[in-house]
């Protein structure tokens, strides 16, 4: 059971952002409304995302829709201000966002980079509350994180400012380490809880249970290796090439996931659902058809036999 309430599927909106392409102006408006129709409330943001252009297209988008019926999450630890380097045409695309460079990222987990984020993030998209804030990826700022900004959260959170904190990186062992450490609310881990990936079940899922911390799993296709049905001639494995093993493996379950009228896609939205301490998975899409599908896949009615055969063979690890 979700300590926050949170629901089994949410939104992430990096695409909002212009991840890796612009999305046609005609297109952006249509996600939210899409997602909304799809019963999906929760939608996870950051600064990071397009210099701050998904935070301003998605509360563009929410203006729509009665406050209290949503929950918004956004990120810390990378202040946006004016770029003094800026060119006529220069974009954000070499950290993968295709929009114009006009801001850049300050890195700074410090209590004033808090403060002058979540202002930031509350002007870019004309809320007057934050739900949930998440420390994003301190992996090299561990210490100023827990000295800095997590205090600075927990003091927010106290007064009512934000109704919970966490932290939201790409590894299992820091975030063990805060689960530990301090009093936060939830966690976002990205990829390492997936149909292919189960570290985090050895550290991170246990402390969060100890805990009662929410666990949400992002990224949960492992960078679109699991996004189709069958595996994609250009699709990569955490950004990377995949590995002819693990293409083996991935087709031997989606033969499993055939025979049983399934799909791989289902299969990988649910998994990390199976898990009590997951209170929720959270995908990323850049069309309304795309928000759509995603909903479905957590919809879908998978058969018990098929996680039982697919353990059997020992081509998914057991659920906690």
Same mark, same amino acid.
């Given at each position: 059971?979700s300590r926050?309430?949170?629901p089994a599927?949410g939104?992430g909106?990096?695409?909002?952002g212009?991840?890796y392409s612009?999305?046609p102006?005609?297109?952006?408006p249509?996600?939210?409304?899409?997602?909304w129709?799809a019963?999906?409330?929760?939608?996870?943001?950051a600064?990071?995302y397009g210099?701050?252009?998904?935070e301003?297209?998605?509360g563009?988008?929410l203006?729509?829709?009665p406050?209290?019926e949503y929950?918004?999450?956004?990120?810390?630890g990378r202040?946006?201000?004016?770029?003094?380097d800026?060119?006529p045409g220069q974009t954000?695309?070499d950290s993968?966002f295709? #929009?114009? *460079? $006009?801001? +850049?990222?300050?890195? =700074?987990y410090?209590?004033d980079g808090?403060?002058?984020s979540? &202002?930031?993030?509350?002007?870019?998209?004309?809320?007057d509350?934050?739900?949930?804030v998440?420390?994003?990826?301190p992996d090299?700022?561990e210490?100023?994180?827990?000295?800095g900004?997590f205090p600075?959260?927990d003091?927010l959170?106290?007064?009512g400012?934000i109704?919970a904190?966490?932290?939201g990186?790409?590894?299992s062992a820091?975030?063990?380490?805060f689960?530990?450490?301090?009093?936060?609310?939830?966690?976002?881990?990205?990829?390492?809880?997936?149909?292919?990936?189960?570290?985090a079940?050895h550290?991170l899922?246990p402390?969060?249970?100890a805990?009662?911390v929410?666990?949400?799993?992002?990224a949960?296709?492992?960078s679109? #290796?699991? *996004? $189709?049905? +069958?595996i994609?001639? =250009?699709?990569?494995?955490?950004?990377g090439?995949v590995p002819e &093993?693990?293409?083996?493996?991935v087709?031997?379950i989606?033969?499993?996931a055939e025979r049983h009228?399934?799909?791989?896609?289902?299969?990988?939205a649910q998994?990390?659902?199976?898990?009590s301490?997951v209170s929720?998975v959270?995908?990323g899409a850049?069309s309304a058809?795309?928000?759509?599908?995603n909903?479905a896949?957590v919809d879908?009615?998978?058969?018990m036999?098929v996680?039982d055969e697919?353990?059997s063979a020992?081509l998914?690890?057991?659920?906690?």
């Open positions: 059971m926050l309430g949170l599927v939104y909106v990096a695409g909002l212009n991840l612009a999305m102006e005609e297109e952006w249509r996600c939210v409304p899409a997602a129709d019963g999906i409330r929760y939608f996870d943001v600064p990071h210099l701050g252009l998904a301003e297209r998605l563009a988008s203006a729509a829709y406050r209290d929950v918004v999450s956004t990120k810390v202040v946006l201000e004016p770029n003094p800026y060119e954000d695309i993968l295709d #929009v114009p *460079a $006009t801001r +850049r990222r300050v890195y =700074d410090s209590r808090v403060l002058r979540i &202002e930031q993030s509350l002007e870019r998209m004309g809320l509350r934050l739900d949930i998440l420390v994003h990826d090299d700022h210490r100023e994180a827990l000295d900004a600075a959260l003091e959170r106290s007064q400012v109704r904190y966490g932290a990186m790409n590894q820091m975030l063990t380490r689960v530990e450490r301090t009093d936060l609310d939830v966690v976002m881990m990205a990829g390492r809880y997936t149909l292919l990936e189960d570290g079940a550290d899922l402390a969060a249970a805990r009662g929410d666990v949400l799993a992002a949960v296709f492992n679109g #290796v699991l *996004a $189709t049905p +069958r994609a001639s =250009d699709a990569r494995y955490n950004y090439a &093993e693990l293409r083996r493996r087709d031997a989606a033969d499993i009228g399934c799909t791989v896609p289902q299969l990988a998994y990390p659902l199976r898990a301490v929720t959270v995908l850049k058809e795309q928000v759509r599908a909903a896949l879908a009615q998978i058969p036999a996680w697919l353990e020992g998914v690890a057991r659920a906690l």
